[in-house]
């Protein structure tokens, strides 16, 4: 699904080898949601079969030999390690790790439970036109929606403007900060989002400043 929505139509075909039950079983699950053109460029083997369909569409003498195809390294090496590269474990120092600086840590910062299918705004009374938003949010774990709305009166019944469009945003590993210039008094509204979640509800700390507009005295 990733690479669907981000590379649309660069995918030519895939084969997935040695697929296991449990591999067809997630992948009838998830089938529904990719487009049809993607399904017809997949082709799911287990364990038997696959070298025999491999040959019919990639010259033996190019498909490499663990492959089931003829070519090998200079020294025989059916794995072709000098052409291919075989995945491997990633070295720990480029594991992504949490910022040592937490704002759970900081006693400033607030806490927001945002539970499963649901969402929470946080609502700020901008007095001055000119006045800015300073936040600064992080998870616990997993990811949150986050988006900025405004409304000209605390009323339920006004209309919300979106003026930073609602995205899935990773903060377990470092915080989100953002710095908004408000164009008109009203209520702003910071929107923790969590209703794609049929699971997790998600731990959130925050930090949020209305500033007043800088006055020049030139």
């Given amino acids: 699904m990733t690479y669907e929505a981000n590379y649309p139509e660069r995918l030519k075909t895939a ?6 039950v449990y591999f067809s079983l997630i992948f009838s699950i998830i089938k ?5 053109n ?18 019919e569409v990639i010259d033996a003498d190019v498909l490499p030999g663990f492959l089931g195809g003829n070519r090998t390294d200079p020294d025989g090496n059916a794995n072709c390690v000098q052409s291919v590269k ?15 600086n937490r704002l759970k840590d900081q006693p400033t910062a607030k806490r927001l439970i945002v539970s499963r299918k649901s969402k929470t705004p946080i609502e700020l009374e901008v007095d001055e036109s000119g006045s800015t938003i300073e936040y600064e949010f992080e998870t616990d774990s997993k990811d949150i929606g ?3 709305f405004y409304k000209e009166t ?7 403007v979106e003026l930073i469009p609602k995205q899935r945003i990773d903060t377990h590993l470092s915080s989100e900060t953002g710095l908004f210039l ?4 009203g209520i702003y509204m910071l929107m923790f989002d969590n209703t794609y979640s049929w699971i997790h509800q998600k ?13 020049n005295l030139n």
Avoid at 182 to 185: E, G, N, Q, Y
Avoid at 203 to 215: M, R
Wanted: glycine fraction near 8%; hydrophobic fraction near 30%; charged fraction near 20%.
């Fill in 32 to 36: 529904p949601l990719l487009s049809g």
């Fill in 86 to 100: 075989h995945g491997q474990n990633i070295p720990k120092e480029y594991y992504m790790t949490k910022s040592v």
């Fill in 38 to 55: 993607t399904i017809k460029k997949i082709s799911i083997h287990g364990k038997e079969g696959w070298k025999e369909n491999l040959v």
């Fill in 146 to 148: 986050f988006g900025l």
């Fill in 154 to 160: 605390a009323n339920n019944k006004c209309e919300c």
């Fill in 182 to 185: 408000c164009d008109k008094a």
């Fill in 15 to 20: 084969y997935i080898i040695n697929a296991s």
């Fill in 203 to 215: 731990e959130i700390y925050y930090k949020v400043q209305v500033s007043p507009p800088v006055i």
